[in-house]
């Protein structure tokens, strides 16, 4: 036997390295983005999937009932960082999540969406020389004033793979100087999260414990630091959201940002005569599916609602200048109005009239998003072997 022929064998003997992947959740957002990922994962023995938790969310409501919800496993790894300032969140991440890297040596972190997480954990891995797969990457709204857009384009500037949710992504990409060979349009997963949850979300009894009737409420959600960090702004939504309640009860699951912004402004007082209005805390995953599918309206700042009440085919207002998901306006339910009371009124009072916008569902939005991307992630194991 040549020396040669030894090696093959005793390389053939040994059992094949599996691919390391580190995926990373920090925030609320995360949760149900890389559910369906790390499931697909999961069926390939090739593949040694690891969860780990930033913590950037902490709260039972804003983390723990996620987990319950989704069946996501127990974090491998948690990192406990909690709130502060954007230097220090991002900060803190980056020291806990090196030593994670060196210890682990995973082979690519894989990291969703656009929180302070998400940049913090891409930039360790690339520093020590470990690709970066980046999902739902390419959204822009072109608005620098929001963290979020900062965290969007430095994460795809040092990415190896972009996963895209919409074409649209594709244009922004290629003007920021992105090879076109790591871009992959693969789907959404939030929407694989959706349509494997939807059933789940049909036997939650939040109707009944707030006492709706399906398709008789507007359901509300505001966090964007430019509606409710600013006084003046807040009271614009609010005074928009009194008229509307008096029509049609709204329900309200009000982010922990949210109420320490009304707490400190000085408005409970305000607020609590809206008696409409109705507030509850931060909601679980499957109780608020269940609210968004039967709401007659949806009123919000968020990014990920816009693109589930399109599948849902629930109208909804989204109140910014601006949104990074164009599909869910182009093809879906979505329309974004900016700041005005007057337009919020006028948007609502024009669905409870019956003459919301119809869309459709975008290409690609059909539960199967993780498993394209899990399928592109297996053929690259040959090139980082
Ligand atoms: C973050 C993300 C945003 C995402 C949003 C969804 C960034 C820059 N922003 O914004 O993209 O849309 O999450 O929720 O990453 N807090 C709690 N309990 C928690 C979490 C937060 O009380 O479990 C408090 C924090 O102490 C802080 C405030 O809520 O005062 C805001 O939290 P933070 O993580 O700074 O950002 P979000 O506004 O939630």
Same mark, same amino acid.
């Given at each position: 036997m040549t020396s040669n022929e030894k090696q093959v064998t005793s390389n053939q003997k040994r059992?094949?390295?599996?691919?390391?992947?580190?995926?990373?959740?920090?925030?609320?957002?995360?949760?149900?983005?890389?559910?369906?990922?790390?499931?697909?994962?999961?069926?390939?023995?090739?593949?040694?999937?690891?969860?780990?938790?930033?913590?950037?969310?902490?709260?039972?409501?804003?983390?723990?009932?996620?987990?319950?919800?989704?069946?996501?496993?127990?974090?491998?790894?948690?990192?406990?960082?909690?709130?502060?300032?954007?230097?220090?969140?991002?900060g803190k991440v980056m020291i806990e999540f090196e030593r994670i890297v060196q210890q682990n040596k995973p082979d690519i972190v894989l990291v969703v969406g656009d929180v302070n997480s998400t940049?913090?954990?891409?930039?360790?891995?690339?520093k020590l020389g470990i690709k970066l797969a980046h999902v739902e990457a390419g959204l822009r709204s072109?608005?620098?004033?929001?963290?979020?857009?900062?965290?969007?384009?430095?994460?795809?500037?040092?990415?190896?793979?972009?996963f895209l949710t919409e074409r649209s992504?594709?244009?922004?990409?290629?003007?920021?100087?992105?090879?076109?060979?790591?871009?992959?349009?693969?789907?959404?997963?939030?929407?694989?999260?959706?349509?494997?949850h939807r059933e789940a979300a049909e036997q939650s009894m939040i109707l009944d414990d707030l006492? @709706? !009737?399906?398709?008789? $409420?507007? =359901?509300?959600? /505001?966090? &964007?630091?430019?509606?409710?960090?600013?006084?003046?702004? @807040? !009271?614009?939504?609010? $005074?928009? =959201?009194?008229? /509307?309640? &008096?029509?049609i009860p709204l329900v309200f699951p009000v982010h922990p940002r949210t109420r320490k912004q009304i707490k400190q402004f000085g408005l409970e007082a305000l607020v609590a005569q809206a008696s409409n209005l109705i507030w509850t805390d931060p909601l679980g995953y499957l109780d608020f599916l269940k609210l968004m599918a039967h709401a007659r309206l949806v009123i919000t700042d968020?990014?990920?609602?816009?693109?589930?009440?399109?599948?849902?085919?629930?109208?909804?207002?989204?109140?910014?200048?601006?949104?990074?998901r164009p599909a869910t306006v182009t093809e879906g339910t979505n329309l974004v109005i900016g700041m005005s009371p007057q337009r919020i009124i006028e948007e609502s009072y024009r669905i409870l009239d019956g003459n919301g916008k119809k869309g459709g569902v975008?290409?690609?939005?059909?539960?199967?998003?993780?498993?394209?991307?899990?399928?592109?992630?297996?053929?690259?194991?040959?090139?980082?072997?």
């Open positions: 059992a094949p390295m599996p691919l390391k992947i580190a995926n990373i959740v920090g925030a609320r957002p995360n949760f149900m983005k890389i559910a369906p990922i790390i499931d697909e994962m999961k069926k390939h023995a090739e593949i040694e999937a690891t969860l780990v938790h930033t913590g950037q969310h902490y709260d039972e409501k804003m983390s723990k009932l996620f987990f319950d919800d989704l069946g996501l496993p127990v974090p491998d790894v948690y990192l406990g960082i909690g709130s502060g300032g954007h230097g220090e969140q991002t940049i913090a954990c891409g930039l360790v891995a690339v072109y608005d620098r004033g929001m963290p979020e857009e900062i965290n969007r384009v430095l994460t795809d500037q040092i990415s190896d793979y972009l992504a594709f244009i922004n990409l290629e003007r920021e100087g992105i090879a076109a060979e790591k871009i992959h349009f693969v789907g959404n997963v939030m929407i694989d999260s959706l349509m494997k006492k @709706l !009737e399906s398709g008789k $409420y507007g =359901l509300i959600t /505001l966090h &964007r630091p430019s509606n409710v960090d600013l006084k003046e702004n @807040l !009271e614009r939504i609010f $005074y928009a =959201l009194f008229q /509307l309640q &008096r029509d968020s990014g990920g609602i816009q693109e589930e009440t399109t599948v849902l085919g629930v109208p909804c207002i989204t109140v910014r200048e601006n949104t990074e975008p290409e690609l939005w059909d539960g199967k998003a993780a498993e394209r991307i899990v399928k592109i992630l297996l053929e690259e194991k040959s090139i980082l072997r």
